[in-house]
Nanobody
Framework: QVQLVEPGGKLVQAGGSLRLSCVVSGDIFSNYAMGWFRQAPGKEREFVAAVAWGGGRRYYADSVEERFFISRDNGKNTAYLTIDILRPEDTAVYYC????????????????WGPGTQVTVSS
């Protein structure tokens, strides 16, 4: 059974940068398309970004600005989400997401989820 883990919650200051990691185990990482979602306090979980199996195709939510960048390292079984110029409104629980057969999207999340990691941005 594939497992996804997003190690380490983060408390960061506004204006800084952050790279989240998602470590995948239990199966061949390159078989999975990967995505990131987030859920802010009092809001629904929302799609942030996704990357295809080989890493060549990336997708972002319409609401996500160029501050976000998704990537993956198939040699390290890890997907990443880099966020630049952090804002207090980026405060949320960030979830890693994966699927064997399709790239996760707003309307069709992947089948597998990590437990989430808290990101708090202080002003």
């Amino acid at each position: 059974q594939v497992q996804l883990v997003e190690p380490g919650g983060k408390l960061v200051q506004a204006g800084g940068s952050l790279r989240l990691s998602c470590v995948v185990s239990g199966d061949i990482f390159s078989n999975y398309a990967m995505g990131w979602f987030r859920q802010a306090p009092g809001k629904e979980r929302e799609f942030v970004a996704a990357v295809a199996w080989g890493g060549g195709r990336r997708y972002y939510a319409d609401s996500v600005e160029e501050r976000f960048f998704i990537s993956r390292d198939n040699g390290k079984n890890t997907a990443y989400l880099t966020i630049d110029i952090l804002r207090p409104e980026d405060t949320a629980v960030y979830y890693c997401n994966a699927d064997l057969t399709h790239v996760p999207s707003k309307t069709d999340p992947g089948q597998y989820w990590g437990p989430g990691t808290q990101v708090t941005v202080s002003s």
